[in-house]
């Protein structure tokens, strides 16, 4: 495996399920990122991770919770989501935490809320 | 108003024109500006990378920075059918880590 994958590609889940979405890169990088992108609207940047440690937390409800246990893995834990939260929820990694590090996206976990 | 701005489309063009993509903002604080391509259920890849105003060329892409207009341009030369994908762009104020801004992409149809 290269790149950024992320498991699974698509997920269909009620609304009072509990999932998890992961994601791993293969690039040796410390910086990693969960993105939502929704229908029509811009990538929303969700949370961020440099070294395992939080850096970021976009307003995100709490329905949504990352985890980062290394730096190779980001996993996104899901529960009690709304249809709203239907949205394509892409995984990305930079070597560092500087604006001029190429984020690398993985291929994105398409999600379905009934 | 949204921080960046980027019309929808679809923009469907012929195999051979020249594709002009292009993104306003209204953050002066800007100064990291990208375009990345995205194909049909697949993420999105960085193409173009510039700093501050000015051009840059790779092949057939240019991209283009007019800081004192706000105003982002890519432009695809002997546009290919391989190029149909959805273009976003994005920048950055490079003071806050790694954080960037997308617009909402450009859905991009070139036909043979």
């Known amino acids: 495996e290269t790149g950024v994958t992320q498991t699974p590609r698509h997920l269909v889940m009620g609304m009072t399920n509990k999932k998890s979405l992961k994601c791993e890169q293969h690039l040796g990088h410390n910086a990693m990122y969960w993105y939502k992108q929704s229908a029509k609207k811009p990538l929303e940047l969700m949370f961020v991770y440099n070294f395992k440690e939080q850096t970021e937390n976009n307003s995100v409800p709490s329905r949504f919770s990352p985890e980062c246990p290394n730096s190779s893995h980001l996993f996104l834990h899901l529960h009690t989501l709304q249809p709203e939260d239907s949205a394509l929820y892409l995984c990305?990694?930079?070597?560092?935490?500087?604006?001029?590090?190429?984020?690398?996206f993985g291929p994105g976990t398409r999600l379905t809320v009934l | 108003q949204k921080e960046v701005e980027q019309d929808p489309g679809p923009l469907s063009v012929p195999e051979g024109a020249i594709v002009s993509l292009n993104c306003t903002y209204s953050n002066s604080a800007f100064q990291y500006f990208m375009w990345y391509r995205q194909y049909s259920r697949k993420g999105p890849e960085l193409l173009m990378y510039?700093?501050?105003?000015g051009n840059k060329e790779d092949g057939r892409f240019t991209a283009q920075v007019d800081k004192s207009s706000k105003y982002i341009s890519l432009f695809i030369r002997d546009s290919q059918p391989s190029d149909s994908a959805t273009y976003l762009c994005?920048?950055?104020?490079?003071?806050?880590?790694?954080?960037?801004?997308f617009g909402g992409g450009t859905r991009l149809m070139v036909k043979p």
């Open positions: 994005a920048m950055s104020a490079g003071n806050a880590g790694n954080m960037l801004t």
């Open positions: 510039t700093y501050s105003s």
């Open positions: 990305a990694s930079s070597q560092e935490l500087v604006s001029t590090d190429t984020q690398y």
